[in-house]
């Protein structure tokens, strides 16, 4: 299974983004999607989780009321609405999967699948 992550790229503070991330086969099989985002010397950090439903949405306290996570398993695609940007959003976000149902899903060790990862850069 390959996830390919889109969308990235450089903006202004305040501004927003659409991140996209398409999985190679049906995303049914997948119980939870998610962001995690990196910057150089740092561990990679949980940002947003959505199980296969997408009832449930789980974000980081420090994107909570400024990013969206929503999928659709038609496209086999999680999506990442992210709005009022700050510079210290800048990093490189990468999307996950895993199928399992009692994911611990704000730990980047428990997902088996990754994409490659888009770089965002919110310039001051």
């Known amino acids: 299974v390959q996830l390919q992550a889109s969308g990235g790229g450089l903006v202004q503070a305040g501004d927003s983004l659409r991140l996209s991330c398409a999985a190679s086969?049906?995303?049914?099989?997948?119980?939870?999607m998610a962001w995690f985002r990196q910057v150089p010397g740092k561990e990679r950090e949980f940002v947003a989780a959505?199980?296969?439903?997408?009832?449930?949405?789980f974000y980081a306290d420090s994107v909570k009321g400024r990013f969206t996570i929503s999928r659709d398993n038609a496209m086999n695609t999680v999506y990442l609405q992210m709005n009022s940007l700050k510079p210290e959003d800048t990093a490189v976000y990468y999307c996950?999967?895993?199928?399992?149902?009692?994911?611990?899903?704000?730990?980047?060790?428990?997902?088996?699948?990754w994409g490659q990862g888009t770089l965002v850069t919110v310039s001051s």
């Open positions: 996950a999967a895993d199928a399992n149902y009692y994911l611990k899903y704000r730990i980047s060790g428990e997902y088996e699948y």
């Open positions: 086969r049906r995303a049914t099989w997948t119980e939870f």
């Open positions: 959505i199980r296969r439903s997408g009832g449930h949405m």
